[in-house]
């Protein structure tokens, strides 16, 4: 997919940061802004290949506008961009990663990439993705032995364990071709 014609929607209650996110991402990609949980789903379709979705908001939550997104099975990648300090409730929600505010014009051009390329695999392989950014935005927020004495990160453990096993054939195919790819295998 060329990013040219990738749709990234920018859903953010406060308008002058998602007009910021619009701009610094309208040169390469078509961008729909809205600025309200239930403005966001009017505007979802099956265009939309990424979502950049603000967590904390007046209405319909980000969390909220998730479960919609992921009920609809949408086939688009999901980004919570908030300030919303993770916390082990980030395991049970369906993002594909998470970037906590503030948020430099590199690093929003960078996830968009990244989610692009996850778009093109398969399902097993994105969960994959999904819970292996989960793990390192624990890992980067929390201290080791907060990580060691929750039961849920050491399910996620296992979970990732698993999955690593059934794709690592297809993780290995696209190490040679992807360096988002390889950055996570060090994870």
């Not at 309208?26 to 789903?41: H, I, K």
């Not at 980000?62 to 082990?88: N, S, W, Y």
């Not at 624990?138 to 990580?147: C, G, Q, R, V």
């Amino acid at each position: 997919m060329s990013p040219d014609q990738s749709t990234v929607l920018v859903v953010d209650d406060e308008q002058d940061v998602a007009d910021l996110y619009a701009m610094w991402l309208q040169n390469d990609y078509r961008v729909r802004s809205a600025y309200e949980g239930d403005e966001a789903l009017d505007v979802l379709d099956e265009t939309v290949d990424v979502v950049l979705l603000d967590r904390r908001m007046p209405g319909q939550s980000g969390d909220e506008v998730l479960e919609q997104i992921r009920a609809r099975d949408l086939d688009c990648r999901v980004v919570m961009v908030t300030a919303v300090k993770p916390d082990f409730d980030i395991l049970e929600m369906g993002f594909d990663d998470y970037l906590v505010k503030p948020v430099s014009k590199d690093d929003l051009h960078e996830i968009v990439e990244q989610m692009l390329t996850r778009v093109d695999y398969g399902a097993q392989l994105q969960d994959y993705y999904s819970l292996v950014s989960k793990k390192a935005v624990l890992e980067a927020e929390k201290d080791p032995d907060t990580l060691e004495a929750s039961d849920e990160y050491a399910q996620l453990r296992g979970e990732i364990e698993e999955l690593r096993t059934e794709v690592g054939d297809t993780r290995d195919e696209l190490d040679d071709h992807d360096d988002f790819v390889g950055a996570f295998r060090d994870l």
